[in-house]
Nanobody, 118 residues
Framework: VQLQACGGGLVQAGGSLRLSCAAS????????MGWFRQAPGKERELVASITWNLGTTRYADSVKDRFAISREYYKNTVSLQMNSLKPEDTAVYYC????????????WGQGTQVTVSS
């Protein structure tokens, strides 16, 4: 499984960015896809997740109503639309994947930096 993330950058507070992750190497039926982030000096946190088959989503409280995760089933891509960005959203963002029955994410893409200026 390969995950290739892109779309990070520098944006002012209140702005928007869209991250994309291209997934390859297998079919992803019954898999879970997620976006994590890690800020300097902080632990990595799960920001949003989506089930591949049904598209069921979950969000961290800190991003609820601002971020939206989606997947394009036939293009094998997962996206994270980030709106109303805040300086505290600054972090390296990673896309990740796990099988439906797995307890942890074990496939990771390279990180993409998101910087939100105040």
């Amino acid at each position: 499984v390969q995950l290739q993330a892109c779309g990070g950058g520098l944006v002012q507070a209140g702005g928007s960015l869209r991250l994309s992750c291209a997934a390859s190497g297998r079919t992803f039926n019954n898999w879970m896809m997620g976006w994590f982030r890690q800020a300097p000096g902080k632990e990595r946190e799960l920001v949003a997740s989506i089930t591949w088959n049904l598209g069921t989503t979950r969000y961290a409280d800190s991003v609820k109503d601002r971020f939206a995760i989606s997947r394009e089933y036939y293009k094998n891509t997962v996206s994270l639309q980030m709106n109303s960005l805040k300086p505290e959203d600054t972090a390296v963002y990673y896309c990740a994947a796990r099988r439906g029955g797995a307890t942890s994410y074990n496939y990771w893409g390279q990180g993409t930096q998101v910087t939100v200026s105040s």
